[in-house]
């Protein structure tokens, strides 16, 4: 069982920054792991924020491109979302999320099609204008 716990929400002025954590728990295999950040405001669809791979390689939504930096430390089994330059237009729930990787060829790989099958909390980010 993977377990994802969430911190660093918060509430900021426009243009502030925030970092937020998630920390995994109850699965050897961490490094394994695909990682996603998501966010979902009231009303809304949730969107995918980003990714990180096992190769420690990150992907951004256009909307927080430039801005946003996800990051992954295998040793404390720890997922990070740096936020710099915060809008308004970023206040939502935000959510880890964890999918196990594909195994081929003797490494383990994320791509589009992996099932994010565990979830964290959430933590609430607000930004006035």
């Known amino acids: 069982q993977v377990q994802l716990v969430e911190s660093g929400g918060g509430s900021v002025q426009t243009g502030g920054s925030l970092k937020l954590s998630c920390t995994g728990s109850?699965?050897?295999?961490?490094?394994?792991?695909?990682l996603g950040w998501f966010r979902q405001a009231p009303g809304k669809e949730r969107e995918g924020v980003g990714s990180?791979?096992?190769?420690?390689?990150?992907t951004y939504a256009d909307p927080v491109k430039g801005r946003f930096i996800i990051s992954r430390d295998n040793v404390k089994n720890t997922l990070y979302l740096q936020m710099n330059n915060l809008q308004p237009e970023d206040t939502a729930m935000y959510y880890c999320?964890?999918?196990?990787?594909?195994?081929?060829?003797?490494?383990?790989?994320?791509?589009?099609?992996?099932?994010?099958?565990?979830w964290g909390q959430g933590t609430q980010v607000t930004v006035s204008s």
């Open positions: 999320a964890a999918a196990k990787g594909r195994f081929r060829d003797g490494r383990w790989y994320c791509d589009a099609r992996v099932e994010y099958g565990y």
């Open positions: 109850g699965y050897t295999y961490y490094i394994t792991l695909c």
């Open positions: 990180i791979d096992t190769f420690t390689s990150a």
